[in-house]
């Protein structure tokens, strides 16, 4: 045969040229058709000692001595020179990246994280999946150029998934290959070079994936079902450990989703609420406007009393039509029939902008006591200490709970609320 890298001819069953040291590829071997035969016993002391006297003797000659040193131990070197590269080509490397992930640890349960890897190395290309463990293990590759990105959410214990980020990292893992066949670490043959242990390597320097934990309540089937695809394909995972964590991320999502509406009803109740306060009290704050303007009907009674009558829009109720604002002699009394809170709280600033105080009205979800249920306010403002127990007395037999008798100079009040 002939080396097709140098053109020295060397044996058909050499593995690599003796003269330049080149690695010989050989054609695969044909299936024997019979068994093959039993191993050969290894020779004897006596046999071997015989055949190192046979070469002592063949060197002793001349000129076998020449091409044994010259050539042959030479071209052996290169051959194990050549196979150690080799080797330091393909060892396996266990590489560590740096992950930051809050709640994700594989140690309780946690699918593995599953890494795209792309990128050269000494067998050509490499487009494979990988899985990494909580603590950044669980790469291995053979020296090469490669880029890692995560291919897909790995599953929490309970449940949680996680955004997958877009960003590349690259990695290099060096093999020294360029291996000088007078080195000592280079054995006499190539069939004394043994193989190379696996190594390790720190890459958290160059490869950092930060992981968050995804809104479950945007989380899809189609991710979910992502992720238990690249779970049940690790090699490490337990059985059926996929199909588990794929219920529990759906029930989480479920649950994050249902808690979501809850809390945007809720949240719309409240604005509602918010809403309709404010409401009432643009109602209040008309109300008074009107109390305070010039907006009166002054005339006389038939009995020739002065009476004003305030002019609020009349609503009928059980108990009369209301709000009504009454002046006679020199005092006032007011009889208010709310439907509402707003206007009892605008009633209740009139008459404090009139002096009689703010205590009177100044009251929180009056409740109602009539038939239609329309809430009643009343404040009666009395000239006399008489007339405010006479007040008194109607709010009693009309079932109308009451604060308190003020007197205001020689007025006197009570205020009552149902």
Not at 380 to 389: N, P, V
């Amino acid at each position: 045969m002939i080396c097709p890298s140098c053109g020295h001819e060397i044996d058909d069953d050499a593995a690599f040229c003796t003269e330049c040291g080149a690695r010989i590829d050989q054609p695969a071997a044909p299936e024997p058709d019979e068994p093959a035969p039993a191993k050969k016993r290894p020779l004897s002391v006596a046999q071997k000692a015989a055949i190192a006297g046979l070469v002592v003797a063949l060197l002793a000659g001349g000129g076998g001595a020449g091409y044994y040193f010259g050539a042959y131990v030479p071209g052996q070197r290169r051959a194990a020179a050549q196979k150690l590269a080799d080797e330091r080509a393909h060892v396996n490397v266990r590489v560590k990246i740096a992950v930051s992930v809050d709640g994700w640890d594989t140690a309780t349960g946690a699918s593995r994280l599953p890494v795209h890897v792309t990128g050269t190395s000494a067998d050509g290309d490499v487009d494979e999946v990988q899985y990494v463990a909580s603590d950044g293990t669980g790469i291995v590759l053979i020296p090469g150029t490669y880029d890692i990105v995560v291919a897909a959410s790995p599953i929490a214990a309970d449940g949680s998934l996680f955004d997958v980020p877009s960003q590349r990292a690259s990695l290099t893992v060096g093999a020294d290959t360029d291996v000088d066949p007078d080195s000592p670490d280079v054995p006499a043959t190539p069939d004394e070079v043994a193989p190379l242990p696996d190594t390790d390597y720190d890459s958290t320097g160059d490869v950092a994936v930060t992981l968050t934990p995804a809104d479950m309540t945007t989380v899809t089937d189609d991710q979910i079902a992502e992720a238990k695809r690249y779970a049940s394909q690790d090699p490490q995972a337990a059985a059926g450990s996929a199909d588990q964590l794929a219920s529990s991320a759906t029930a989480k999502r479920d649950d994050a989703v249902a808690q979501k509406k809850t809390a945007e009803e809720e949240a719309a109740r409240k604005k509602a609420a918010e809403e309709a306060a404010a409401k009432k009290q643009q109602a209040m704050g008309d109300l008074v406007s009107r109390a305070l303007s010039t907006n009166y009907d002054d005339g006389t009674r038939s009995d020739g009393i002065d009476s004003t009558s305030f002019k609020f829009d009349r609503k009928q109720t059980s108990n009369g039509a209301g709000p009504f604002l009454d002046h006679r002699d020199g005092f006032w009394t007011v009889k208010i029939y709310s439907g509402d809170e707003a206007t009892s709280r605008a009633v209740a600033l009139y008459a404090f902008k009139q002096g009689v105080g703010s205590s009177l009205l100044h009251k929180e979800n009056w409740p109602s006591i009539d038939a239609d249920g329309q809430g009643i306010a009343v404040v009666g403002i009395y000239g006399s200490k008489d007339e405010a127990a006479a007040g008194t007395k109607e709010l009693e037999a009309a079932g109308i709970p009451y604060d308190k008798v003020i007197f205001t100079g020689p007025r006197s009040g009570t205020s009552g609320r149902v």
